[in-house]
């Protein structure tokens, strides 16, 4: 298995509460995030959404598509949403949030391995053109989410 560790950072010029309100609905990602063609609830999770169970197909630059369910762990409301990836991808994804005073920044921190044998096959080669997908993706996310909200965002 290939292994990855990404980390992205977003600062949107949006109050903590009007971004957290909007990543903790991945149902409606979509809806703003093109690249993420579908998300699917299998199951649903306690009150805080503890223990949810997601489906993601995702396209990005790339020619391909990724598969993959997330089962969320850990929720703190306005910081912290941790989810544990299994499928097409396995690993932990982690988005944190803090509020420095003119923005919100989002730190999305994903560190998976890939299960499916034509990735796995190319990472030799390709890990380069996965990274920079994944980039442009995240990208495509940060740019999305302030069309949403109308505002602005950097990305790092």
């Not at 932990?92 to 560190?111: E, K, P």
Request: contains cysteine; positive net charge.
């Amino acid at each position: 298995m290939a292994e990855y560790r990404f980390s992205t950072i977003w600062r949107i010029k949006a109050p903590l509460q009007t971004v957290w309100d909007t990543l903790s609905h991945p149902d409606l990602w979509p809806g703003w995030w093109k690249s993420l063609e579908q998300v699917v609830e299998i199951e649903k999770g306690d009150a805080l959404g503890i223990g949810a169970l997601h489906r993601y197909t995702w396209k990005g630059a790339l020619p391909y598509r990724i598969t993959f369910n997330i089962h969320v762990v850990t929720i703190k409301p306005l910081y912290l949403l941790e989810g544990v990836a299994s499928g097409e991808v396995e690993g932990i994804g982690l988005w944190s949030l803090f509020y420095d005073g003119a923005n919100t920044v989002v730190r999305y921190d994903w560190q998976i391995r890939t299960n499916t044998w034509w990735m796995n096959y190319l990472s030799p080669i390709a890990a380069p053109l996965f990274r920079w997908n994944h980039h442009s993706v995240m990208c495509e996310g940060a740019k999305g989410l302030a069309r949403k909200l109308g505002t602005k965002v950097d990305i790092s």
